[in-house]
């Protein structure tokens, strides 16, 4: 495993003696576990755990088909008993969550802060080590040995990013926290090689990049068996430690076999996508090879993405689609319409990769699904297909002569049902979203 690049001497300081660092085993914090959180007790029992120097502090990695917990034991000894359970309950939700697979997301640096900050909105503050980043918490402040050896940038980047965490509200999604970062995304890849003045965390994500699609879906097989089997033994028993009634909710549904909103949403985007051709003497072509040029196809598609301006298609839920087609917007392009009684063409955007777009509020009217069908047909030599995220209250637009999908918003229902043809994709809270 290679070695995190994280500042923790700014954030972490080893209080252990080099006695107690040799003499550390992680087993009892692992029995005192069970003991009090039962749950996150059976998540991690079916983690394998490394001890090792090539870390500073501790890390969830999913490689090579298996699940390991490495943990650095300088890093450990000096934390309290609290503190540990907080770790423990950190790195387990990091898995639990699909952190390390199907959620990951790039720049991967933003991604582990956005991560880190939704998992320790869910953790007591007392059980966080010192560096675990919490929103609404400033960081600690710099030591006058520290500010010494730092130059005046370093110094002015640790207190931006101070400030942007301490300004954040607690209880938001990962996806959500990874758009409200990008304001300060280049601070934070550049306090992301080691040098003093980065703010760095509780835990290294090292290697969560590294994994092939078929590790990725092999390990996310053995996390939600794990989790269903958790969920399974602590139903049985009524024994879910700190686990709120919410939570275990969330997790139940977690593990029924319902499909997942973003698969639904994932192929319905692929779906939409046409072949471009195109000649290119790079390629052999296999009938007449070295005597006419071969073919490269390419797969493109545009896509119109009408967002209901009504109350009840929240911040929140804008995000977590913002964050969904980020990762599709390299062969897709996104043109964003936001409409109410009628389309708000001039208010329209086309999506990039990797931009941030606040939510904002154009227009507050009623709500017309027909005058989305007139403009998506008006329209149909420039998209490929239309997806419609709204609160469903509104009546049938009818049939659509061009491939259309509705985005439902977490806690609402389409009025009525579907055409014969239409794709109907039904955001939920759930465990996945909140964190």
Not at 26 to 38: A, R
Not at 209 to 237: F, P, R, T, W, Y
Not at 385 to 397: F, K, Q, R, V, W
Request: proline fraction near 4%; charge should be neutral.
């Amino acid at each position: 495993m290679a070695e995190h690049g994280t500042a923790t001497d700014i954030v972490q300081k080893v209080t252990a003696s080099q006695a107690e660092i040799d003499a550390y085993r992680i087993d009892p914090h692992l029995v005192n576990l069970l003991w009090s959180e039962p749950f996150y007790a059976a998540i991690m029992r079916e983690i394998t755990k490394i001890r090792t120097n090539d870390i500073p502090t501790a890390g969830v990695l999913a490689k090579e088909g298996s699940v390991s917990m490495w943990f650095n034991p300088g890093f450990m000894a000096g934390l309290n008993k609290d503190t540990t359970r907080g770790l423990l309950k950190h790195e387990c939700l990091h898995l639990i969550l699909e952190h390390t697979t199907s959620r990951r997301k790039d720049p991967h640096v933003l991604w582990n802060w956005a991560t880190d900050l939704a998992i320790n909105s869910m953790i007591p503050e007392i059980e966080l080590p010192e560096g675990g980043l919490r929103p609404g918490s400033a960081f600690k402040a710099l030591e006058a040995e520290q500010i010494e050896k730092m130059d005046q940038k370093s110094i002015d980047r640790y207190n931006t990013l101070s400030a942007k965490i301490a300004g954040l509200p607690l209880g938001k999604s990962s996806e959500w926290y990874f758009g409200e970062l990008q304001d300060v995304a280049d601070e934070i890849e550049q306090g992301a090689g080691g040098e003093a003045g980065s703010p760095g965390g509780m835990d290294s994500h090292e290697g969560w990049g590294e994994m092939s699609d078929e590790d990725k879906e092999l390990i996310k097989g053995k996390v939600k068996q794990a989790l269903a089997d958790a969920v399974n033994k602590c139903d049985s028993n009524g024994q879910w430690g700190s686990v709120s009634s919410e939570m275990r909710g969330q997790l139940r549904e977690m593990i029924s076999t319902e499909v997942d909103w973003r698969a639904l949403l994932r192929n319905f985007v692929g779906r939409s996508q046409r072949a471009n051709k195109s000649s290119t003497m790079k390629r052999i072509n296999r009938k007449y090879p070295y005597i006419h040029p071969g073919r490269k196809i390419g797969h493109t598609a545009n896509v119109a993405v009408y967002v209901d301006m009504s109350g009840s298609v929240d911040d929140e839920a804008l995000s977590l689609l913002y964050a969904e087609l980020n990762g599709m917007a390299k062969k897709t392009t996104f043109t964003f319409i936001p409409f109410d009684s009628d389309v708000d063409e001039e208010s329209s955007f086309v999506w990039k990769r990797g931009q941030k777009k606040p939510p904002v509020r154009f227009r507050c009217g009623g709500t017309s699904f027909k005058a989305v069908a007139k403009h998506a047909d008006k329209n149909r030599g420039k998209f490929d297909a239309y997806l419609i995220m709204t609160d469903g209250e509104a009546s049938d637009p009818g049939p659509s002569r061009m491939r259309r999908g509705w985005i439902i918003v977490p806690g609402r229902e389409l009025m009525f049902t579907k055409p014969k043809g239409d794709i109907l994709i039904k955001m939920k809270k759930r465990a996945a979203q909140a964190a």
